[in-house]
């Protein structure tokens, strides 16, 4: 969204001027779980627990922690942090690729600091300039390919009824399993972290480009309006400040979220607002994945802060799943006829469509074959639709081909991923079946055409 491919070239010069692993995300980005005090930088490598007798040192160890300064030595010194793996195989493929570490290099909120990092020892504290956050796991809805991680509606429901049963080694909802490995929520009133939080954020604020607010479900948490009133009381006119949201919300949390964006725009106390929504497909299919949702109301909700926050754009993230499929026309049909309606200069309507990898049992490599023809029927109409502003944008028409190509990988596979997709396709009816069972809800009603893959 933010990359300028001219120069690519030039980013990826200037990186390996300082070592072939350096990568400005390490010290430029972070995300911070308040929720677990976990972070990670970027978004790619797995998450690890944030020490609280650290943060007592030092409020910004919730994003400078030992750990990640560790991996900051590691790349000043040219040497490959393990968990940035995604980047080393794209990197290490023949012929000329580009990771994220090299597109990186050339975003907005790394280039003013590229001097300044370059130069720095690797055990210097730095802020961020982009910050995504999650102050708490407090969230009504029970999406299927989310946990109690993130949600405490999914946490409450594991408690009472235990894991899903899953078949192999899966332990995706197990209260133990998460207990075990740091994976369940805090309460928010015993969260020290959160406390930490708003000490850093007077110091934290000043570089600060990016600020996008996750979860739980944002709007849910007290943390998320503060946030917008310290904006308020000492504005940040550089700021683009997004919030992720299931719009699934009581109308009095919407209401208090539509006057408190518009009076940050209006006064221009930011530079610009983003709401991300999540939703994967349309109708009632997309309330079976995201327990919780109404659609009829997110479609209100869509509108309304279309209408009455003209600055602000929207992102649809539609994270592509075994169930997006069947109704995706539908969903696209309705966003380009939000994009008619509501686009303007200065304001867009995205789409973004990254495919689901975990759960496995939810990925569409799971599907029967007939579903690579659907998707390709799909991806014919969209192209007949396309349009850089008021139909399907050419980048989205690519993803979904690239979805596709990934659906077709599994011809290449050997025995033991062919074995391992069993494994993930007994696990799909295993957990639709006890989602029906503890949900109330009727899976092949809603989905006649995968009624026998069930
Ligand atoms: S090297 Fe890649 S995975 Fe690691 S921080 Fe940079 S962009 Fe993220």
Redesign the pocket.
């Known amino acids: 969204m933010f990359n300028d491919p001219s120069s690519i070239e030039e980013a990826v010069n200037k990186l390996n001027k300082v070592s072939p692993s350096f990568?400005m995300?390490?010290w430029m980005n972070t995300t911070i779980h308040l929720h677990l005090g976990r972070t990670h930088?970027?978004h790619?490598?797995p998450t690890h627990k944030i020490p609280l007798k650290e943060v007592k040192k030092n409020v910004s160890a919730l994003h400078n922690t030992q750990e990640k300064m560790k991996q900051r030595k590691m790349m000043l010194e040219g040497k490959r942090p393990k968990g940035?793996k995604?980047?080393w195989d794209i990197e290490d493929l023949p012929g000329t690729h580009y990771?994220?570490?090299h597109f990186?290099g050339q975003d907005c909120w790394t280039t003013p600091f590229y001097d300044k990092v370059a130069n720095s020892q690797w055990d210097t504290p730095i802020n961020p300039s982009y910050l995504e956050l999650s102050f708490s796991a407090g969230c009504n809805f029970k999406c299927s390919y989310c946990s109690p991680t993130f949600s405490t509606s999914w946490q409450k429901e594991v408690e009472k009824f235990g894991g899903y049963p899953q078949s192999g080694a899966v332990k995706h909802h197990s209260p133990l399993w998460l207990k075990s490995q740091g994976l369940m929520p805090m309460k928010d009133e015993e969260n020290p972290y959160i406390d930490a939080f708003w000490r850093w954020w007077p110091d934290l604020k000043k570089d600060l480009m990016f600020l996008r607010i996750t979860g739980g479900e944002p709007l849910l948490s007290q943390d998320t309006f503060k946030t917008f009133d310290m904006i308020n009381e000492e504005p940040m006119p550089d700021l683009e400040f997004s919030i992720n949201s299931n719009l699934g919300i009581p109308q009095v949390h919407f209401d208090k979220f539509i006057h408190k964006t518009k009076g940050l725009l209006e006064k221009k106390k930011i530079r610009h607002f983003m709401l991300h929504t999540s939703v994967d497909t349309y109708g009632p299919q997309a309330e079976y994945i995201r327990n919780g949702l109404d659609f009829e109301q997110y479609q209100r909700y869509v509108e309304r802060y279309l209408e009455e926050i003209p600055g602000g754009s929207l992102a649809f993230m539609c994270t592509f799943n075994a169930l997006s499929i069947d109704e995706f026309k539908p969903l696209l049909e309705w966003i380009i006829s939000l994009r008619r309606r509501f686009r303007q200069k200065g304001r867009d309507i995205y789409l973004d469509t990254p495919h689901l990898k975990y759960p496995d049992f939810m990925s569409v490599q799971i599907l029967p074959e007939s579903y690579r023809d659907k998707l390709q029927e799909l991806i014919d109409w969209a192209k007949e639709r396309e349009d850089p502003h008021y139909g399907i944008k050419a980048a989205e028409i690519l993803k979904l081909k690239r979805i596709l190509e990934w659906m077709k990988e599994v011809d290449q596979w050997d025995s033991s991923q062919l074995k391992q997709r069993d494994v993930s396709r007994k696990n799909f009816s295993l957990f639709f079946r006890e989602h029906d069972k503890r949900r109330g809800t009727n899976f092949k009603k809603l989905f006649p055409a995968l009624k026998k893959f069930y």
């Open positions: 990568c995300a390490k930088s970027c790619l490598p940035c995604s980047c990771s994220d570490r990186h």
